[in-house]
């Protein structure tokens, strides 16, 4: 299995990492439904699992042998972590972050390292 496609399966860290307990005892959806999220956040959470379920498809896609444009990877992981920015990095409640919530940063962090490491090797060949 190439980097690339174990890239794609490590977006399932961020899919258990939004059904954690994010905050307040509340997972993603939890926190979406809840009468206390404005618009942005509701749709930065959507945006945030949404496209993590699109990397994981994608990485099904690549293991069942099938191409996938490169720049697919990147859009979903950029538009995965640009939706992340809002929930994790603008709480003007100071919430405390919980498992969730480092889930998905463990998540991010580990697709990100094995996305360049797919993108040098194919260089390097």
């Given at each position: 299995?190439?980097?690339?496609?174990?890239?794609?399966?490590?977006?399932?860290?961020?899919?258990?990492?939004?059904?954690?307990?994010?905050?307040?005892?509340?997972?993603?959806?939890?926190?979406?439904?809840?009468?206390?999220?404005?618009?942005?956040?509701?749709?930065?959470l959507?945006?945030?699992?949404i496209?993590a379920?699109?990397?994981?498809?994608?990485?099904?896609?690549?293991?069942a042998?099938?191409?996938?444009?490169?720049?697919?990877?990147w859009?979903?992981?950029?538009?995965?972590?640009?939706?992340?920015?809002?929930?994790?990095f603008?709480?003007?409640?100071g919430y405390?972050?919980?498992?969730?919530?480092?889930?998905i940063?463990?998540?991010?962090?580990?697709?990100?390292?094995?996305q360049?490491i797919?993108?040098?090797k194919?260089e390097?060949n």
């Amino acid at each position: 299995m190439s980097f690339r496609t174990i890239a794609k399966f490590l977006f399932i860290l961020v899919i258990i990492g939004f059904c954690m307990p994010m905050s307040c005892d509340k997972n993603g959806f939890e926190i979406a439904s809840s009468g206390l999220a404005s618009s942005a956040l509701i749709f930065a959470l959507y945006v945030i699992f949404i496209f993590a379920i699109f990397g994981v498809i994608v990485g099904v896609i690549l293991a069942a042998g099938k191409k996938v444009p490169v720049i697919i990877d990147w859009v979903i992981l950029i538009a995965c972590i640009l939706g992340g920015i809002i929930p994790f990095f603008y709480n003007l409640n100071g919430y405390e972050y919980q498992s969730g919530v480092y889930f998905i940063m463990v998540g991010y962090i580990l697709i990100l390292i094995f996305q360049i490491i797919s993108a040098v090797k194919k260089e390097s060949n």
